[in-house]
């Protein structure tokens, strides 16, 4: 069992090679379900769970745009694109209304820019190849 206070979480090993924007998705959904069980209940079931809700959409549309054809990966990297951001301001207004610790909100938003700049690559390159 990882402790997520003491150790990184670190995803099992897969058989089968899983792309690195999907396993930073699944660490940095791990770090976020550490801290939502200690939200204050007011704002855990309200802004918590809309959080909670736009982070698993990012996985969702990511690991869709995995299999879709070239024509329509765009639509889906876009709208994992656009849910992260909203993501991340809901995430500095969970901060803002001392939700959860500044430790805890640093060590998610860089997690999360990172994949955000993943996103942004791959967009670039699809954008790239369908022209």
């Not at 918590?48 to 990297?77: N, P, R």
Request: proline share 5%; charged share 20%.
């Amino acid at each position: 069992m990882c402790y997520t206070f003491c150790y990184e979480y670190r995803p099992p090993p897969h058989e089968i090679s899983t792309p690195p924007l999907i396993l930073k998705l699944e660490v940095a959904y791990v770090l976020w379900h550490s801290y939502i069980i200690h939200f204050p209940k007011v704002h855990r079931y309200s802004l918590g769970v809309k959080i909670d809700t736009l982070l698993c959409e990012v996985i969702q549309y990511t690991s869709s745009a995995l299999f879709v054809k070239k024509e329509q990966k765009l639509q889906y990297i876009q709208k994992a694109i656009q849910l992260l951001d909203t993501a991340k301001v809901m995430l500095r207004v969970a901060h803002t209304i001392k939700a959860f610790e500044t430790k805890q909100y640093i060590a998610l938003s860089e997690k999360l820019h990172e994949i955000g700049k993943m996103l942004g690559g791959w967009h670039n390159q699809v954008v790239k190849q369908l022209n």
